[in-house]
């Protein structure tokens, strides 16, 4: 019996270094974030404005509320932790306008539902196996949809831009963080148009920031 235990204790040795050895050039290997990810995320989108002169809609210039937006992202890797992205993101709010003097509340002119759908590259940097902070770039479409009698909704195109960062919980599950803005052309020469030119900035910019989780597979 003895000499069993002997004999089991000699393998156990050098399997345990060989262990060690193993784990060690684990964590000295760089992190490589080879995974397709399913983020879906919720967040606040703020800003924007629809101006007089890109639309027959309203005859002022009205705000876009600021209100929740939810939505989900599918990232393909590509090489070196840079990833294809694929994303929608869907806002339901109302357009206010009125309200010109100080502490004057707006009014309400209608709810309005913004939508996009946008694809880009997610690209990383200072990437440690704690945590993933990237840059977004991405361009698309953006569905504009006034739900206001008479209007019909319009698809425009649109781009992004955004900074985030990524925590996993464990190896396929994490928490994700980001600030993205949007931009969406507005200049219409066709119908809807009432001065028929272009005015300089009179596109619509909004932000968001998004908290989501993301999936591993």
């Avoid at 030119?197 to 998004?210: I, K, S």
């Amino acid at each position: 019996m003895r000499k069993l235990l002997f004999v089991f204790a000699l393998l156990l040795i050098p399997a345990s270094l060989f262990a060690q050895d193993w784990r060690r050039g684990y964590r000295n290997r760089p992190y490589a974030d080879n995974f397709f990810e399913l983020s879906p995320f919720v967040g606040y989108r703020y800003g924007g404005t629809i101006y007089a002169d890109q639309t027959a809609l309203f005859n002022q210039d009205v705000a876009v509320n600021s209100a929740a937006n939810f939505g989900v992202n599918f990232a393909i890797p590509v090489s070196n932790g840079w990833k294809v992205e694929l994303m929608v993101d869907r806002q339901n709010t109302q357009f206010s306008g009125g309200g010109n003097g100080l502490f004057t509340p707006n009014n309400s002119l209608g709810n309005f539902d913004i939508t996009y759908f946008q694809g880009g590259l997610q690209i990383p940097f200072a990437v440690t196996r704690s945590a993933t902070p990237y840059f977004a770039v991405s361009a698309g479409v953006a569905n504009l949809d006034p739900r206001v009698s008479g209007a019909t909704s319009s698809t425009r195109f649109a781009a992004s831009a955004g900074i985030g960062v990524k925590v996993p919980i464990n190896r396929n599950v994490g928490i994700k963080i980001e600030e993205r803005g949007f931009f969406t052309a507005l200049s219409n020469y066709g119908d809807n148009c009432r001065s028929c030119y272009y005015t300089y900035n009179h596109d619509l910019y909004q932000g968001e920031t998004n908290f989501g989780v993301f999936f591993r597979f």
